[in-house]
């Protein structure tokens, strides 16, 4: 079945620095979503992309669609204290309208003030 | 407007027991979905809704059935329960069509089995 590989698993980092991290599959994607979770919490959406090549921000967040589909990546700018959390990809499958949602391992950030 | 409610917080239960966990949302949303997280992983779809009456398998089915008679309300059921299922759920719904592809979670449920 479809699989997300998420790379890397975890970061540790300083506050201020860039990080990156992707998300890769063997199966073709037609949209690309990124959720942060806080501990405790369910994940919340950050961005959502839905053509191949697309390059979508939210404040110091830019996520991009790959060319091929069958991958996306996460860019965090000027990372902050309050950027700790664990950050996912998902995938849907073919036609939003099939419903099917799933997740990449995700990777867990933390931030050194 | 609760958004998506899932009951109970927290269970234990023995080896063989039977629950049924309980989602509820009030946002008419016709795609409904169970996810379970084990510690330090991703999650992992276990069933899902796209209308009521339809139900299909996610990625990690077995041990777990479903239901969906109405718009509001998607119970996941553990028949046998196993050490194996212990797991924090969460159900979550979106509207479904794009470009809403908000995903509402609910606040989860840990479930411990001894």
């Known amino acids: 079945g479809q699989q997300l590989n998420q790379s890397p698993q975890s970061m540790f980092i300083q506050e201020g620095e860039d990080v990156s991290m992707n998300c890769t599959s063997s199966?073709?994607?037609?949209?690309w979503l990124w959720y942060k979770q806080d501990p405790g919490e369910g994940p919340v959406l950050l961005i959502a992309?839905?053509?191949?090549?697309e390059l979508t921000s939210n404040g110091r967040l830019t996520a991009q669609f790959g060319i091929t589909r069958k991958d996306s990546f996460l860019n965090i700018s000027a990372s902050i204290p309050s950027d700790v959390g664990i950050y996912f990809c998902?995938?849907?499958?073919?036609?939003?309208?099939?419903?099917?949602?799933?997740f990449g391992q995700g990777t867990t950030l933390q931030v050194k003030p | 407007n609760a958004g998506v409610t899932q009951t109970p917080k927290f269970r234990i239960l023995k080896i063989g027991q039977s629950m049924t966990l309980q989602c509820a949302q009030d946002?008419?949303?016709?795609?409904m979905y169970w996810y379970r997280q084990d510690p330090g992983m991703g999650l992992k779809l276990i069933y899902y809704s796209v209308g009521a009456g339809i139900t299909d398998k996610g990625e990690v089915p077995n041990g777990y059935n479903v239901s969906r008679s109405t718009t509001e309300d998607f119970p996941l059921r553990l028949e046998l329960a196993a050490p194996s299922q212990t797991s924090v759920y969460f159900c979550?719904?979106?509207?479904?069509?794009?470009?809403?592809?908000?995903?509402?979670f609910g606040s989860g449920t840990q479930l411990s089995v001894l």
């Open positions: 946002m008419n949303h016709n795609y």
């Open positions: 998902a995938g849907v499958h073919g036609s939003s309208n099939t419903g099917k949602l799933i």
């Open positions: 199966s073709i994607f037609n949209t």
């Open positions: 992309l839905y053509k191949a090549g």
């Open positions: 979550a719904s979106r509207g479904g069509r794009l470009p809403n592809e908000k995903l509402f």
